[in-house]
């Protein structure tokens, strides 16, 4: 197709939601979620297609990273600390350490802290479109979402607990943590509630795990909090698509 856009380059193409999803590691759900959102600005080619400019994308990136509320999250790099930016409260902190592991090729520890550091911005804003939104027809995209953040968390920190260089500094007080306003214990959550128990479990585990040393422990909760709420996704979903008369 024809770009009419003059801002578009070989530095600054259109790109495709699945393009995004799959540069990104996220759920293309999770792209669509910032586009409704009007987090990420798109526009249409067609009835479906949706593209987005590259420089959109990385203005939305950086817009989170500066935007992410106060935490305890500092990356460390043997040259140093980079610029410190504020992340979500439920962030970790990361320190050099010569610790059990694998030896990081060249290069492959900074490629690690930024995946996790993109991770964290993925996070930040999937807990901020579900902080304060009342329970509607996006309540299980919203937990998809979040799932899918999950799952990025647990996949970059298995990655850097693999890697000598890496270790996980405590975060106190962290076994009361919420992942968000509308998922807190004794909200109007729609869905099984034998399976939001499973999810506060979970999420009390995560806190646990945030305050001890091992960071395998913290992925692996990040996995089992990811894989509740993918259950509870597809539970609401399954009842969404039952009650328009449609199978799932």
């Not at 991770?119 to 799932?147: H, K, M």
Request: glycine fraction near 8%.
């Amino acid at each position: 197709m024809t770009e009419p856009d003059a801002q578009v380059g070989p530095e600054n193409r259109w790109l495709t939601v699945a393009e995004i999803a799959s540069e990104l590691r996220v759920n293309p759900a999770t792209v669509r979620l910032w586009i409704s959102k009007g987090t990420l600005p798109a526009k249409r080619a067609g009835r479906r297609k949706l593209l987005i400019l590259r420089s959109d994308l990385d203005r939305m990136l950086e817009d989170t990273r500066r935007e992410s509320p106060p935490g305890g999250y500092l990356p460390q790099t043997p040259g140093g600390y980079p610029q410190h930016r504020p992340p979500p409260l439920s962030r970790r902190q990361l320190s050099t350490a010569d610790i059990h592991g694998r030896q990081a090729e060249p290069g492959e520890m900074e490629q690690i802290i930024a995946g996790i550091q993109q991770a964290d911005e993925i996070w930040a804003t999937a807990q901020a479109a579900s902080e304060n939104a009342p329970p509607d027809p996006g309540f299980a995209l919203r937990v998809r979402v979040l799932a899918d953040a999950c799952e990025q968390q647990a996949n970059w920190l298995l990655t850097a607990a693999q890697t000598r260089g890496f270790e996980w500094t405590p975060l106190p007080d962290r076994r009361g943590v919420v992942i968000s306003h509308e998922l807190r214990p004794g909200a109007n959550r729609p869905g099984p509630p034998e399976l939001w128990d499973e999810f506060d479990r979970a999420v009390q585990r995560l806190g646990i795990a945030m305050e001890g040393r091992l960071m395998y422990s913290v992925a692996w909760a990040y996995r089992s909090l990811a894989e509740v709420m993918h259950t509870i996704a597809d539970a609401l979903l399954d009842e969404e698509d039952y009650g328009e008369g449609q199978r799932p």
